[in-house]
């Protein structure tokens, strides 16, 4: 398993942007495969956005879509994400979260993964 910290949540206006990031200590990190997850209050964990190991395939959720992008960059063990035309609603604790296992073709957008971090606050509000 991988340890995550995730860090570069705060206060943002509608229609800003944010770019978020995570970075893991242990090895093997261009193994995992990796997500990034939110939680707002009252709500179930919600899976926004995953990568492949080789970062050729990638999935989002659809309140998403077309507004947040995943990146990862091996050398640092770091994965970012990188959110557009913020919306009220996407206000919550965002998790980066990873796994070994997987399919070639594939990432997951369901809590599956072993590896989680403590989250970070993002709040987007005038």
């Known amino acids: 398993q991988l340890h995550l910290v995730e860090s570069g949540g705060k206060l943002v206006q509608p229609g800003g942007s944010l770019t978020l990031s995570c970075h893991a200590s242990g090895s093997g990190f261009d193994h995992y495969y990796l997500g990034w997850f939110r939680q707002a209050p009252g709500k179930e964990r919600e899976g926004i956005a995953c990568i492949t190991p080789v970062g050729n395939i990638n999935d989002y959720g659809a309140a998403v879509r077309g507004r947040f992008t995943i990146a990862k960059t091996d050398a640092v063990n770091a994965i970012y994400l990188h959110m557009d035309s913020l919306k009220p609603e996407d206000t919550g604790v965002y998790y980066c979260?990873?796994?070994?296992?997987?399919?070639?073709?594939?990432?997951?957008?369901?809590?599956?993964?072993?590896?989680w971090g403590q989250g970070t606050q993002v709040t987007v509000s005038s």
């Open positions: 979260a990873a796994i070994l296992s997987g399919t070639p073709s594939s990432c997951s957008l369901e809590p599956v993964y072993d590896s």
